[in-house]
């Protein structure tokens, strides 16, 4: 997942980061592993940072830069609010990601998401890779998990999704990423951003739905989403 620490190695930039668009609003979501090489030296990372009230950057790459940018932005966002007396819009902010990215590319490793809601567009996603490009979007992921995912978002996305639906595909995209990915893990945090704010969604770890090639524990039944395993 993300990286943290310095080698002479390229940055590992493992991690799984999804944002999906749905008729009222976005669900993002983030798996929680941590990685120093392969390492796995943090268990439980929040990937998901508010940069304003209705605004969440999502973050894959080397944890040190990915974080500074949240909060170069989130700074940024709050002048923003006071000076106009207003919320910054989705679009605003995203482009405030983008340009921080591309201005320092060749020191940075992020490759980021923004997305959230605001009253003039409604619910947004902005793909911000490697290098500064922004890109709307009405679902993207990155990370290296992301690899396994863009089939099946593609395949299962449609326009005008209820939040569970797209609350369902997120968990369910990560968890796939998750089972295939070894740098991705852990539990599953979620937030739906919509016009009345932001709610959290945590799933933990013994919760995530496992796939056809992940056996359960010796007298254990595997958990179906949103159930914890139980003894057989």
Not at 15 to 27: F, H, K, L, R
Not at 107 to 125: E, K, S, Y
């Amino acid at each position: 997942m993300e990286a943290s620490g310095h080698s002479d190695a390229a940055p590992h930039t493992g991690t799984t980061i999804v944002a999906v668009q749905y008729s009222d609003g976005v669900v993002i979501g983030a798996d929680s592993r941590v990685s120093t090489g392969r390492y796995v030296s943090n268990r439980a990372s929040d990937k998901l940072t508010p940069l304003s009230d209705f605004v969440w950057l999502l973050r894959s790459g080397s944890a040190a830069d990915t974080q500074l940018v949240g909060d170069y932005v989130r700074h940024y966002a709050e002048q923003h609010a006071m000076e106009l007396d207003r919320e910054p819009s989705v679009h605003t902010l995203a482009k405030l990601v983008a340009q921080i990215n591309y201005a320092n590319k060749a020191m940075l490793v992020g490759a980021l998401i923004v997305a959230g809601w605001d009253t003039a567009r409604g619910g947004q996603v902005y793909g911000v890779p490697v290098g500064g490009t922004l890109v709307r979007q009405r679902w993207t992921t990155d990370g290296s998990g992301s690899t396994y995912l863009w089939g099946y978002l593609d395949s299962e996305y449609r326009e005008g999704m209820s939040r569970a639906e797209a609350e369902e595909l997120v968990a369910t995209a990560l968890a796939l990423a998750a089972s295939r990915d070894g740098s991705s893990g852990g539990l599953l945090r979620l937030v739906t951003v919509s016009s009345g704010g932001a709610e959290r969604r945590l799933i933990p770890g013994d919760q995530v739905p496992p796939f056809w090639d992940e056996l359960p524990a010796p007298g254990k039944t595997p958990p179906v989403a949103g159930e914890a395993m139980v003894e057989a």
